[in-house]
């Protein structure tokens, strides 16, 4: 079946979609889903039906048909490839099938125009303000993140209404309509739920969501806004609560105005949240990981049957298996035959002859009953334990040998069974004596030294595998109650830990909350990505903090950490992503909320300090991520001084770029052009900060990013460019903006980092990107691939820029010293380059006409030409360093060559 006809299969059972994709994907070609929903370069649905939404996807029907199918049919094969390997580990085979299940939902809704990628409400007949699910790219799935099959909760909730829940596929949503009665009574919305509803998900999920205007559940709600005791895990989980606290304060109108614009809703969307025991705490320390997180990675290494096993987990289990079963089985076989040599055990002498007694030389009736015994008691193992039957197929080794012997010889009848009856049994007996020999050789035989310590390796070995499971089981029973807790110490536990593995220290570790600085300082923050992560739960903690109403304040709290989940969307046109002020139901809770002024800025300039210093001291050498530009923007919208938002800009994807620039990047480009002029900054890139700071239209920004990078093109339809030309303009639009640290340096009145930048500290910041650059340039492994070597040379070229930045504000000496610590590179790329010419002198003969010589002759001689590959890189990357090192050098000292000057820049 082509995968593009299985969207027809539309009723289908998910996983049996998946499996049909994956059974078919031989005769997949990449092409074959978007030739069957797209004609003539444009993306059609297969009907008429919608002359809507085939209108409204024409203007995102470039990143569609351009782009986007394609590159998710490209993402398509690569699960299918992980989800059909052998070698790959069963957690990601696993995930792999649930990409594929994403995947081909994306697909088919982006050629059937129920989804529309680039915008900011993807998904047909549903407003920008329900969370979506959306994939690797920005794409959206269909799904809504608060909707889909029931939740856990939601699962117990229809249990206590006795709603059955047995629904078997996902229903057509435009085709069931909810069946409720409404009646509006005393500010309240009383819904009348009976059991006898048809039994599907729409109509379960409006049941779920109208029982909590009734008694005892809005009792119930109440009690959870006033003690905490509830999670948010979707914006959307936070709407039952926020009309509760409405009633309460009397705003029945607003109240009605949301019912109103959630209501058409309620069987799709979750607006209830979580009940859980314990409140959330409201402060700033943080979690590597959530006890859950914790308990799965503990369950899939010690649970007794957990969801998935890893590789190393198989590994292990198998080998406790054969440690505990099978080599005892083996142990016994070997004595058995051991035990009816006459005189010395067979050995080999110095000289390698064969010695000892003979094998079955005392075989008594006894003997033959234990035998039959051994053989009962294996085949027993075997058949409790299948995945050991490996061991029994395999057609050469000692234990086949005996095995096969002692089976040959019990198939004999009584009378044959005498060792000077038959001349096969001779030749059984010559055959054991030879393979008790080699046994006795290699690790020796029971009673023997050797085996003895053989033995007892295994037997600790065993021993510790236990512990440690023991351990792990231990620690499981004692995480299972702390599931739900946010905040867990070690202390809490009731075991002592001072004995325990490593890994399950750390693990235990990373669960207790603590300070931002002090998991900075013991390493556990290890990127600026981590980082952010950990300020988008902080901010929403903080900007709660100025809420007088403690109820508010936790529910407010709550909402935010849910929203700052979301995932952004792929957009086009230069939409921004949906903000939190656009979901109706945060408006109506901004609207009651009463806020502490003064407060809420000195909050807000405190949590700026912390996070601009701590990453400018911890990540100098990385550009601020799109995760911690939008914790700052969080805290930026909290000063009532600045009229204007400061220009934050977001790095753009080089793929999507539609080549223009948004009026922020523009004031980003003046703002950058009042501090930097006349700085070494200015000069090193070759800009005109004067010229920059009379730029009058973001047109004008882009025109001189596009002259600067040496694109001549004129098509301004981003289409046409290459990601790389793309990424060349949008690299000069960071060089000239500074990628926000100009913004942030003079940020308000009270924070202003251009002192810290002057002082000894900053003096710290520009050799610690030096060294850091050292240290990926000396360790540049031209083996690597080409995306890793590629993303290694961005990550250089930005840290050389934010070098650059922060080295504008240091006196001359300072700057010449960090060059000098610079020098060190080429001269180890050097050593490393002969190294190479010396390990294989051949190469200094070796040029591009002898590959082509040998490849047209078929002498493909592999290690010469990976060698030449690796020594052609490693005279790129000394060129590159060269570049860098020497056009700073001219700058600093004021050379004059006859060389052009060229800045080092990432998209070469």
Known sequence: MNPAELFACSNQNPDQIVDDFITSSGSFNGSSISNAGMASGQLIPPDNTAAQQASSLNQYDSISSTMGIPYLSGLLLKAERTATSEHVDPVDRSRARSKIEQLLQTIQGTINGTLTPGSRAP??????????????????????????????????????????????????????????????????LLISVTNDQPNDLENIRSSLNRIWFTEPYSSHLENMLLSGKYRVNTPEEGVMLILMALHRSGHYDRAEELIETISPFLGRVRFFPEPVEQPLPLNTNEAMKSVADVLTQLDNRFGPAPAHKSNNRQRLDKNALVFDQWLPLKDRLVALIQDTVEGDLPYYNTEGELCGGMPLATVTPEWFEKASHYLADRKQITEQHPELMYRTTRKCGSERILQRSLEILLAYPPEQRCPSVTEGFQKIRFTLRKTLADIHRKRGLPGTEQYQQALNQRQAWLEQYQKRYHTGHSLIHQLQPLKDCVQVKPQDLNMDTTGLPKPIKKLLAAIEPKPVIELLERGDIISAEVLASKYLNIVAIVKSDSILDPHLAALFAQVTRAFFKRRSVLLLNLQHQVRMDELPWVKHLQAITPLDGDKRVKNAEKLLADMLTQVFTYFPQTILPNRFIKSLGQMIEEFPELSVEPPLTEELAADIFMHKFSDKFLRAAKQAASLMQGTLYET???????????????????????????????????????????????????????????????????????????????????????RWIVIKCIRYNPDNLDKIRLQEHKNIAYAFRQMIFFLSFQPHDVQLSVLEELNVIPKNLERKITALYIETPELVKFDDMDVIEMMKTGEHDRELLEKKQWLDRLNQKKEQVNTMIHSLEMVLTGQKTQEPFKPFVAWL
């Open 684 to 770: 090193y890139y070759g800009l005109d900060y004067g010229e920059i700071a009379n730029l009058q239209t973001p047109d004008a920004l882009y025109y001189l990013c596009k002259q600067k990078s040496g694109i001549t093109k004129k098509s301004r339809y981003w289409a046409d460019y290459a990601t790389s030309e793309s990424g060349k303009i949008i690299e000069w639009q960071q060089i000239i903006t500074t990628h926000n640290l100009a913004t942030l340096t003079t940020l308000t009145n009270t924070l202003d980092f251009s002192e810290l930048f002057r002082s000894e500290n900053g003096k710290t910041l520009n050799h610690k990107i030096a």
């Open 123 to 188: 998904i047909a007949n549903t407003p920008l303000w329900l969370t979506p699910v959306v994939m690797t790219g920005g794409f959206p799935t269909g799904r809504l993140a608060a909707g889909g099959p029931l939740s856990g909760y939601e699962m117990e909730l229809a249990d206590q209404l006795g709603i059955p829940v047995n629904y078997d596929q996902p229903n057509d949503l435009e085709n069931i309509r909810s069946a409720f009665n409404q009646m509006k009574l005393a500010g309240q």
